[in-house]
């Protein structure tokens, strides 16, 4: 999908804030930034989608990469950086993408609103502020 966004940093994030988070083991091999669900027969995080309502229904977003059966970590709500933003304005929504475990700038089928891209204040003076992730998955 050509609305995609890309991880910027190989095999994790980077934690700014962390509000909520949970860990638990993959029930797949999950990819660092990959938006993920709890399964609802096993307990586990699995890569989520905007396909389905059932594939839609998001946690937060994996810290790092793991293979199937490690435990991951997962942002539900907090700041995270790692994404190749800059293209986007500050305030802009991220939303879950139609592919499996990715984020998209344009909503999916089921259209789920993920988070906004805001300013990171901690640069040189006289430079443009970082673009950050801002994680805020809904109930």
Do not use: C
């Not at 993959?26 to 699995?46: H, S, Y």
């Not at 499996?100 to 891209?117: E, F, H, K, P, Q």
């Amino acid at each position: 999908m050509a609305n995609e966004i890309a991880l910027t940093t190989a095999n994790r994030v980077e934690i700014v804030q962390s509000v909520i988070q949970a860990t638990l083991p993959a029930a797949e091999a999950i990819t660092a930034g990959a938006p993920v669900r709890i399964d609802v027969t096993t307990g586990k995080f699995t890569n989520a989608n905007g396909t389905t309502a059932a594939e839609a229904r998001i946690y937060g977003i994996a810290t790092r990469t793991v293979a199937a059966g490690a435990a991951v970590t997962a942002i539900r709500k907090g700041v995270m950086d790692g994404w190749a933003l800059a293209a986007l304005a500050y305030d802009a929504t991220i939303y879950l993408s139609d592919t499996d475990g990715r984020l998209s700038t344009v909503a999916g089928t089921v259209s789920t609103a993920l988070g906004r891209v805001m300013p990171g204040t901690s640069t040189t003076l006289g430079t443009a502020y970082d673009k950050l992730f801002s994680v805020e998955v809904g109930g």
